[in-house]
């Protein structure tokens, strides 16, 4: 079946030791989000490339960055975490433009130590 | 500017009892919109979505949302819930241009008890 990947689906870091989360895809979908959820809370959207074109929102902290070397493989790197960037981390895909529906990994659990 | 507003954070109800989780939208432009489910420790899964057309939308496990652009509501509805459907339910919306960048409400938890 087509599906949305990430790995690991939980991850424990320390305090500023650097972390990469990684997702892929199978659908051969264009564009590739990457969502932080805090407990109890929204997705909150941090980034997203169309093709290799990488989009960051306005209020993603520079301490999160964000690899795409193809199609399939979307990474999210955390370069010094601290114990506010304890989250679930969703990655999404969807087709491109005029295409409204996203399909979502299963969430990698990040723990900050 | 897209915002999703879902005033109830928990539902609680008895198996076989219907339900209704609310869900309003603002926007100044015309969007589509999302009902997304997530059980615990996994991601999200489509629920329904209205595009275009039959305001009425349905899904396969017997939930239907109905759009009311006068009311900018999509409120979600399921005659008879079971405990299966225990679970958080996020609304989203997005415009229907550009990339449909999606804007998530902040969620209801259904809590379906025997």
């Known amino acids: 079946d087509a599906m949305v990947i990430q790995n690991p689906r939980y991850q424990v870091t320390q305090f500023g030791k650097p972390v990469t989360l990684s997702c892929s895809q199978t659908l051969n979908h264009n564009v590739m989000y990457w969502y932080q959820q805090k407990s109890s809370q929204a997705p909150k959207l941090l980034f997203h490339?169309?093709?290799?074109?990488?989009?960051n929102e306005a209020d993603t902290p520079d301490n999160f960055q964000s690899r795409r070397p193809n199609t399939s493989f979307c990474f999210l790197d955390i370069r010094s975490p601290g114990l506010g960037d304890a989250a679930m981390y969703l990655c999404?895909?969807?087709?491109?433009?005029?295409?409204?529906?996203?399909?979502f990994g299963p969430g990698t659990r990040l723990t900050v130590t | 500017a897209q915002s999703v507003t879902q005033l109830d954070s928990q539902v609680p109800v008895f198996e076989e009892a219907p339900v209704e989780l609310r869900c309003n939208y603002s926007s100044s432009v015309s969007v589509y919109l999302f009902w997304y489910v997530q059980y615990p420790n996994q991601g999200l899964q489509l629920l329904l979505k209205?595009?275009?057309?039959?305001?009425l939308v349905e899904s396969i496990n017997g939930f239907e949302a109905e759009f009311n652009k006068s009311q900018t509501s999509f409120h979600l509805r399921k005659p008879s819930v079971h405990i299966s459907d225990t679970a958080e339910y996020f609304c989203?919306?997005?415009?229907?241009?550009?990339?449909?960048?999606?804007?998530f409400g902040t969620g209801t938890r259904l809590l379906v008890s025997p």
């Open positions: 999404a895909t969807s087709r491109g433009q005029g295409a409204a529906e996203q399909y």
């Open positions: 989203a919306v997005s415009d229907i241009t550009g990339f449909q960048k999606l804007v």
């Open positions: 209205y595009l275009s057309g039959s305001t």
């Open positions: 490339y169309y093709d290799k074109d990488f989009n």
